[in-house]
């Protein structure tokens, strides 16, 4: 069926309103002119169906940007729109970073990734020490305490003492809760030690090492952001939680609502703008465009992503038995219509957003949300199946 673009635009128009009613899930390609408008469908729909107050989503192959998207809102305050240039936290995807400042740092020789983590970090207690590639693989035995509490307020940034932090955690947690190897489980406080491990091998602060090492070479334009700072808080999202979600009537079990939300407003409560307490786990800030400038540098094997440095992150860990776990140093991988990717998603107080990486037909893609997600929503599944639809691995 031909359609022209006014009548274009009219049916996606109408396939929203009928979406308000149904799971976002039954959005089907063959329902829609084009990807792009499956995809303005699914997205549009995320805000209609009070999924997120606002959302952003890039497409981008080695070359060029091939799609868009931007809908709902940044503040319900004010009623603040989102754009591209809106930034949000983006938490977990930060480990992907931080795996690719160990992974440089041992392709130059100063750190040896099947070393024990405590040759580097001398105070560690553990008596039985992961290795370095075990700690990325999230299979060293590091727990994994709640952390919804390792957060401070914009307004207190300046001031908070991270290497404090890192210490009380150390002395916190003592123990493994398994012999390193024996499997997966995922660890924020591996990846923070990892930070800490750049810091001492590089003789730069962790954000520095990032800041100058991996973001830098990016050469990001004005419009794409990605940094340790909320750099702009006028066009920075606030995040947000359903008033009625069940996480929110437990959140003042984990932090302070006084200190950290503020009232609600149209069935959601806003957070006040908000840091994690450890950069190297989950510190970053950006926009889909920032992290999809990043995706795309991978795509083009340019500076600092060389392919051997690709084919270490990419290739998955194995347990002391043998087995294949779910991710690589820091990236999860699955498959799309034929097509293999490494992902990661970062989701907590406020937020949730995903990468994705298509290495095979060089495509890349970010969705990023202001709402709370702790577990992964895999929304770029139902996004990007858009795009790549029937076409398969060579």
């Not at 309103?17 to 499956?38: G, I, Q, R, T, Y």
């Not at 008033?243 to 939300?261: D, P, Q």
């Not at 051997?308 to 999860?332: C, H, I, V, Y």
């Amino acid at each position: 069926m031909l359609f022209n673009k006014k009548a274009n635009k009219l049916y996606v128009r109408f396939c929203l309103s009928m979406m308000a009613f149904f799971n976002l899930n039954c959005v089907k390609a063959e329902d829609f002119p084009d990807p792009h408008s499956a995809a303005d469908a699914f997205l549009s729909g995320l805000v209609s169906s009070n999924r997120a107050p606002g959302v952003q989503y890039v497409l981008v192959d080695r070359e060029k940007t091939l799609y868009r998207f931007h809908a709902g809102l940044a503040d319900l305050r004010t009623k603040k729109s989102v754009d591209d240039t809106t930034t949000f936290n983006g938490y977990s995807i930060t480990k992907t970073f931080t795996a690719a400042a160990v992974v440089k740092l041992a392709l130059e020789g100063k750190i040896d990734l099947d070393a024990p983590l405590k040759q580097y970090l001398k105070e560690l207690p553990q008596a039985q020490s992961p290795t370095v590639r075990q700690t990325l693989q999230h299979v060293a035995g590091f727990p994994n305490p709640n952390p919804l509490p390792w957060v401070h307020r914009a307004d207190r940034h300046t001031t908070f003492d991270e290497q404090a932090f890192v210490r009380r955690l150390i002395q916190e947690y003592p123990e493994l809760d398994f012999k390193p190897g024996e499997k997966f489980s995922y660890s924020n406080i591996g990846y923070l030690l990892l930070g800490e491990l750049v810091h001492r091998v590089s003789g730069m602060s962790f954000e520095q090492y990032v800041m100058t090492e991996i973001i830098q070479p990016l050469n990001l334009n004005k419009n794409q952001k990605i940094s340790f700072t909320i750099s702009d808080p006028d066009h920075h999202a606030y995040g947000y939680i359903r008033r009625w979600y069940w996480l929110n009537l437990f959140l003042g079990l984990f932090i302070s609502r006084e200190k950290f939300l503020s009232g609600s407003i149209d069935g959601w409560v806003p957070f006040n703008h908000l840091y994690v307490d450890g950069k190297a786990y989950g510190g970053l800030v950006g926009n889909a465009a920032g992290f999809a400038r990043y995706l795309q540098v991978m795509l083009q094997r340019q500076k600092p992503f060389s392919q051997e440095m690709l084919d270490m992150m990419w290739t998955p860990g194995k347990t002391n038995a043998g087995e294949q776990t779910r991710s690589g140093l820091s990236w999860f991988y699955g498959e799309l219509n034929g097509q293999r990717y490494f992902t990661h998603s970062g989701g907590a107080g406020g937020y949730y957003c995903e990468i994705r990486i298509y290495p095979d037909i060089n495509l890349a893609s970010v969705i990023m949300t202001n709402n709370t997600g702790i577990s992964a929503q895999h929304y770029l599944d139902n996004i990007d199946r858009f795009f790549i639809a029937g076409e398969k691995s060579p």
